[in-house]
């Protein structure tokens, strides 16, 4: 068996990229617990100091490149809070489409309209590698109707036309593109063609990603034991504390897409005798990356050891990486799933009436079968999102149980608190008590 | 001499409006009452005061060209440049021009390369698009990978879409990063951007050809350094958008699974499938998975061996993976 901690093969040919790899190994490797070594501990305190600090006393001056971004640094450092377990409020934004989305779910703002066209550039933004790029050219194909388009003169979108990606397949797009494109299954369960088409009524074709090219590449992306296990943004670069959350946030996503651990179905007794030839190895546990590695990355190289979390050593710590890694950390301490007995839960006290008299957009439904299928929209968009929840027996905490982290919704880097509760204002719900456990037989 | 606005009387008629007027704010970006960023906070109270009155003006260029030095990240201050740009029916090759230092020292600042894209839409001329790849070879030597540079010359080929000024040279410069350094994995996916995301190039019409071509380069690449991720994501790649089955490449692909490179005296030479070099560090776990992948798709009698390797790489040589993809396969195969 090969050393542990063998350096990435470079088959005594080196370039830049080999060259920079192995000097980040080496700087890592020194980072590795010593057999026999303490347990990595999460210096909790020091990061609450860094958290406060820039809360208190503001933000030293180097952050001034983030000037027009501030809303970023209050939801870095206030979410940050929530996830080691001090109560603060919150506030959200993310990126492009997914910011839109994630605003638009949990504000009740979704439409059709809005809607349209978005599925479809997504899938388009699917590279060959299996992970997402940050586009997709035109851009603007998607849009209904754009009078004020960048692109001058107006085009005729032919749909036949290629729609290459732009920009390699990269982890923050992944998870951006992920978790839209999650987000986004009740609309395209209602508003597209079924698998079998019927003749009534003309709805587009499905689009389609590719799942399992996604799990590769999310997989590939994970580091060797020599780099803690820590993951990377894109094929032969570096690891970076910040994709622990936005490529090991990935994996539940996927998996829920794929539908593979969902505790819907009571199937594990009758699997439970199936699996004895596989302990050796795949008893470990179920999720689909290792969560020991990257929370021993986390632990032992990604803290600053003044307090903060950072990309890697020798780098300082800031409050995009604090919170990035706090997040990438829960992520690989607990599994929250979507549960179906919630989703049906959610669903049976769900009040359509009021969610329709709080919809945000004023949008005018034509027809009694429109505002019916809007109705479904926000109700089955709003139970899924809703059903995400921790399963129980399956937190994994690396250090003990002193370095757990609350859990985070998957969806939106929120407490699932935090989620519920703008859901519940923003619809007008009251959504069933959470301490809700799902039936084992 | 002060060189703050507050001092210049050709901005004595702006009344500047200061960030955190009125509150008590929370987490406030800490501006130093000294050098440097008393000038960035002086130049933004000023901004805001001309975006809230709607000024497009020369003197407004002058000032977002101050906070874009100082802050390329500020997008309003960007956004209301290319706005008075337009209003003002400026130059727009002169403002590329001008913004080339600017791109160079912030390339990693996604506004930046934006702005650009704006500029060359509306100045809409395929010489100038054919100038701005020029200049972006420039950028991207200082670095190879830059996220948002490689996005925006893909744009400009898509968008402008001329095959002799703009299309041709591409694979060639794609190539030549990749010969520079075989594990640039940018250059790796601008190639497949070039030769397959895209359409059709001029001469690449005989598409049997082009797979062909494409699986001799991928294959070449392998054996200078087996265990280069992106090479074996280009080569999945290939088969999948040709639709080649995986199985057809398994002659190529077994020497890098044997965990040594056969003996000079057993070497077969077999130019469409050229061995690992003496070097290679063998066997090769992507070659490992991809006869696994072929395994499985072949079916029937072959799953036991892909079920095999990926034992074998769970166990042993990709521990990192052993919860991936496969173990999923696995289960799917009971």
């Not at chain 2, 074998?312 to 052993?322: C, I, S």
Request: with cysteine; hydrophobic share 35%.
């Amino acid at each position: 068996m090969v050393n542990a901690y063998s350096p990435t093969p470079i088959d005594g040919y080196s370039t830049p990229t080999s060259t920079l790899q192995a000097s980040t190994e080496n700087i890592i490797r020194s980072h590795i617990r010593p057999e026999g070594g303490a347990q990595p501990e999460l210096q909790k305190r020091y990061h609450f100091e860094f958290l406060l600090r820039n809360l208190r006393q503001g933000f030293p001056e180097r952050y001034v490149s983030q000037d027009a971004s501030q809303p970023w640094l209050i939801y870095w450092t206030l979410h940050c809070f929530s996830i080691l377990g001090a109560g603060l409020d919150d506030q959200t934004k993310k990126r492009g489409i997914y910011c839109l989305l994630a605003v638009a779910t949990l504000l009740n703002l979704l439409t059709p309209e809005l809607l349209a066209g978005v599925p479809d550039f997504l899938a388009t933004c699917q590279t060959y590698e299996g992970g997402f790029g940050n586009a997709s050219f035109p851009g603007w194909a998607f849009e209904a109707d754009d009078p004020e388009s960048e692109t001058g003169p107006a085009k005729t979108y032919d749909p036949s036309a290629p729609r290459p990606p732009l920009g390699e397949a990269h982890g923050g797009y992944t998870f951006c593109a992920t978790a839209s494109w999650v987000l986004l299954r009740s609309f395209i369960d209602l508003y597209y063609a079924p698998a079998i088409q019927s003749s009534a009524v003309s709805l587009p074709q499905k689009p389609h990603i590719d799942t399992r090219a996604l799990l590769r590449w999310c997989t590939q992306m994970q580091g060797l034991p020599i780099e803690l296990g820590g993951f990377k943004g894109r094929t032969n670069k570096l690891v970076d504390g910040c994709y622990s959350w936005w490529v090991g946030g990935c994996f539940v996503l996927v998996e829920a897409l794929l539908g593979v651990g969902a505790h819907s179905e009571p199937s594990t007794e009758e699997n439970a005798g199936e699996e004895e030839g596989q302990k050796s190895w795949d008893d470990i546990d179920d999720s689909l990356f290792d969560r020991k590695a990257l929370q021993e990355y986390i632990l032992l190289a990604g803290q600053h050891p003044a307090g903060g979390l950072r990309d890697k050593p020798p780098k300082p710590a800031d409050a995009y990486h604090t919170l990035y890694c706090s997040a990438g950390l829960s992520a690989a301490q607990h599994r929250v799933i979507p549960s179906e007995p919630r989703r049906k839960a959610v669903i049976s006290a769900w009040d359509a009436a009021q969610a329709r008299a709080r919809d945000g957009t004023g949008f005018r439904a034509t027809s009694e079968a429109e505002r019916e299928k809007l109705d479904a929209l926000r109700r089955q968009t709003c139970a899924h999102v809703l059903s995400w929840a921790e399963e129980e027996g399956t937190e994994l905490y690396v250090g003990g149980a002193t370095n757990r982290v609350n859990a985070t919704h998957p969806l939106f880097n929120l407490t699932t608190t935090h989620s519920d509760t703008m859901m519940a204002y923003f619809y007008g719900q009251t959504f069933p008590s959470r301490h809700f456990t799902p039936a084992k037989k | 001499m002060s060189d703050l606005l507050a001092d210049d009387p050709e901005w004595a008629d702006v009344v500047p409006i200061s960030q955190y007027e009125n509150v008590n704010p929370i987490a406030p970006i800490f501006y130093s009452e000294e050098c440097p960023y008393a000038p960035n906070k002086d130049a933004t109270d000023y901004f805001r005061a001309v975006v809230k009155t709607g000024e497009m003006s020369p003197r407004v260029l002058k000032l977002t060209e101050t906070i874009i030095q100082m802050n390329p990240a500020h997008y309003t201050a960007w956004q209301h440049r290319y706005k008075t740009l337009i209003a003002l029916r400026s130059d727009l090759e002169e403002e590329l021009r001008l913004m080339d230092d600017i791109a160079k020292q912030f390339m990693k600042t996604y506004q930046v390369w934006h702005h650009r894209r704006l500029l060359l839409t509306a100045i809409n001329s395929v010489d100038v698009a054919a100038l701005e790849l020029e200049f972006l070879r420039d950028v991207l030597e200082v670095d190879t990978k830059n996220y948002h540079t490689w996005s925006y010359r893909q744009w400009i080929l898509a968008h402008f879409n001329n095959e002799a000024r703009l299309w041709a040279r591409e694979r060639a410069y794609a190539e030549a990063l990749l010969d520079a350094d075989v594990r640039n994995n940018s250059a790796w996916h601008h190639r497949f951007f070039v030769v397959f995301a895209s359409g059709v190039r001029l001469g690449d019409e005989d598409r049997e050809q082009v797979r062909k071509r494409e699986l001799a380069y991928v294959k070449e690449q392998i054996a200078v350094a087996p265990n280069n991720a992106s090479a074996w994501n280009y080569l999945r790649g290939v088969l999948e958008t040709t639709k080649t089955p995986f199985e057809e490449l398994t002659s190529f692909v077994e020497p890098y699974t044997a965990s040594q490179r056969p003996a000079p005296s057993e070497e077969v030479v077999d130019l469409d499938n050229p061995l690992p070099t003496e070097k290679a560090e063998l066997p090769c776990v992507a070659a490992l998975e991809f006869m696994a992948d072929a395994y499985e798709k072949r079916g029937g009698d072959a799953v036991p061996k892909a079920v095999e390797i990926w034992k074998l790489l769970a166990n042993e040589k990709d521990t990192m993976r052993k919860n991936g993809p496969r173990m999923n396969e696995l289960n799917n195969t009971k």
